[in-house]
């Protein structure tokens, strides 16, 4: 069973930086690939960003030089560095992950698993 474990999230004032992590565990091979995502109270779940199977990141226009998605070589862990935050980067954090040949998580329906969410807080 895949399992997806968040941390780093918290309250931070406008133009400061925080860094999420996300540790996955159940997969026991390599093809498989991780991102993330975040909701505000009552919207829609968006993408921030990614790392594919092939080790290319993506990354949302909103977030696109503010934020860096990278991952550890053994890529068991995915990270968020986030600078630059803004109070409309506030949300719900969560990292997703699916597996499969040329897997992108936003390109997938549904994924295999999800963490549990971490919150940010930026203040103006």
């Known amino acids: 069973q895949v399992q997806l474990v968040e941390s780093g999230g918290g309250s931070v004032q406008s133009g400061g930086s925080l860094r999420l992590s996300c540790a996955a565990s159940g997969y026991n091979h390599h093809n498989y690939c991780m991102g993330w995502f975040r909701q505000e109270p009552g919207k829609e779940r968006e993408g921030v960003a990614g790392i594919d199977s092939d080790g290319v990141p993506s990354y949302a226009d909103s977030v696109k030089g503010r934020f860096t998605v990278s991952q550890d070589s053994a890529k068991n862990t995915l990270y968020l560095q986030m600078d630059s935050l803004k109070p409309e980067d506030t949300a719900m954090y969560f990292c997703?992950?699916?597996?499969?040949?040329?897997?992108?998580?936003?390109?997938?329906?549904?994924?295999?698993?999800w963490g549990q969410g971490t919150l940010v807080t930026v203040s103006s």
């Open positions: 997703g992950a699916a597996s499969g040949y040329k897997c992108n998580v936003f390109m997938r329906p549904t994924l295999d698993a």
